[in-house]
């Protein structure tokens, strides 16, 4: 793997829109073209259902939940942040009301006690309730982002990709009536999710009965083969669906994963894996990750972290989806190649030329994609149309900015939310022309020879 020294070389110079950049060679820019279009011919839209839920994730607005619960509950779930303990609450969206929801603390290193992220369970304490189908709703408190917008976008980014992500639009929180801060309404990935991203199958039947996990970190797990004790795989994932089957049901096909990622020889290593693993979306949603520069990632720098692992119904193969998306970002001069080599599984995939060939080809595509102009230009324009990437971030500025000086639990002052907006607008602005020059000196270090 050829390491780069991101801060090094000359800096190519970005429009508004399109990737353009004269240090590129003219292969590179019609690869990005072609795997623009191809990404995108290659994504089949899941068949639309009806979305319940549509109106409560609708990104034009700042949405308002309210929260109605003792006084000294919620001083106690303050204070014992660090607790999973729930508190009974009345929950109030528009001119709906939800009694009796379940409410506690969540988070790793984003717990807080002055402004909590919280977890939403409508049947908790109500068995079988759900409100617009949805078990439960997330309330990320933003404390690790004093942008308050890494989340939504990046989750934007991956599902522009064709890439399943869940949904985040902003809230103001208020609890009895005080008005505790903007958070970040999260889609709890679910159920509900599964049938919205993944629609139907040929056959006509929901994709939404098969096998989800959370992903539980481990700074130390390389992801080599752990044996075939399932009591290791229980320990790392956390099933979210059908958790009452028998171990060997759950447990069994992400044992044989790990078993074939690790020993299947070179030249089997693609089918072999892929059996149990969607290795070119894993792929593609490796490239996703790397452009928005997530440090907390799959590929993240304390090793792998914050996704789900699902698996269909009635197969073996499982997909890869994002979560917790709130330290991307991070670095404009982010290595592409960065985290690669930290895993057995993304060594190996970087090991198959049409997988680290499909990599790059993602790369450049998502660059392609994020660059395209906003709107289209006008007969008197003279500047050149925002590209899609600066207009969703302004946009999404100009709708919290208000809501985000008024939150007084933030960990951080108004002066420091501009200065974190000022970073994002930089990064966006030249991202996408930086991957693409890291690309081009991928491909002109061999990359994609054998290595």
């Not at 006084?71 to 303990?85: N, Q, S, Y």
């Not at 949603?285 to 452009?291: D, G, I, P, Q």
């Not at 699902?310 to 592409?336: M, N």
């Not at 102009?373 to 899609?388: A, F, G, K, M, V």
Request: glycine share 6%.
């Amino acid at each position: 793997m050829v390491a780069m020294a991101p801060s090094t070389g000359p800096a190519p110079r970005v429009q508004a829109s399109g990737v353009r950049i004269p240090l590129l060679v003219s292969a590179v820019s019609v690869l990005c073209a072609v795997a623009l279009a191809g990404a995108a011919a290659a994504q089949t839209p899941p068949t639309p259902e009806p979305d319940a839920a549509e109106a409560l994730f609708d990104p034009s607005v700042v949405h308002d939940l309210r929260l109605t619960m003792k006084p000294e509950d919620w001083d106690t779930l303050k204070a014992r942040c660090l607790w999973d303990t729930y508190y009974i609450a009345d929950f109030q969206w528009r001119d709906m009301t939800v009694a009796r929801v379940g409410v506690r603390s969540r988070g790793s290193g984003s717990r807080n006690a002055h402004k909590p992220g919280l977890k939403i369970d409508f049947n908790e304490f109500v068995a079988d309730q759900k409100f617009l189908k949805q078990k439960a709703l997330i309330l990320a408190n933003a404390v690790q982002d004093p942008g308050m917008l890494n989340r939504r976008l990046a989750n934007l980014v991956f599902a522009r990709m064709g890439l399943p992500a869940p949904r985040v639009v902003h809230a103001r929180v208020f609890v009895n009536d005080d008005y505790v801060g903007l958070y970040e309404l999260v889609e709890e990935i679910e159920k509900p999710m599964m049938g919205r991203v993944f629609g139907r199958d040929s056959n006509g039947k929901k994709r939404d009965g098969g096998y989800l996990f959370e992903y539980n970190w481990d700074e130390n797990f390389n992801w080599t083969y752990p044996g075939d004790d399932l009591a290791i795989y229980a320990a790392l994932f956390d099933p979210k669906t059908r958790d009452e089957e028998a171990p060997s049901l759950l447990y069994g096909p992400i044992e044989d994963m790990f078993q074939a990622i690790n020993e299947a020889r070179d030249g089997e290593f693609e089918s072999a894996a892929g059996e149990y693993l969607d290795l070119r979306q894993f792929v593609r949603f490796l490239a996703v990750e790397r452009f928005t520069a997530d440090i907390d990632g799959f590929l993240g720098k304390w090793g792998p972290n914050n996704f789900y692992l699902y698996r269909f119904e009635g197969g073996t193969q499982s997909v890869i989806i994002p979560w917790d998306r709130d330290l991307a970002f991070y670095e404009l001069y982010d290595d592409i190649l960065e985290g690669l080599e930290r895993t057995v599984l993304g060594r190996r995939v970087m090991a198959v030329p049409a997988l680290r060939r499909l990599y790059l080809d993602t790369l450049l595509a998502c660059a392609a994609s994020v660059d395209q102009p906003d709107q289209p230009p006008q007969p008197d324009q003279l500047e050149p149309p925002r590209s899609w990437f600066e207009a969703e971030l302004l946009r999404e500025r100009a709708q919290i900015l208000d809501a985000a000086r008024a939150d007084r639990m933030k960990p951080y002052t108004n002066e420091r939310v501009d200065e974190a907006h000022d970073e994002l607008l930089d990064f966006v602005r030249k991202r996408a022309a930086r991957v693409a020059w890291q690309v081009q000196r991928a491909l002109e270090h061999g990359v994609l020879e054998a290595r």
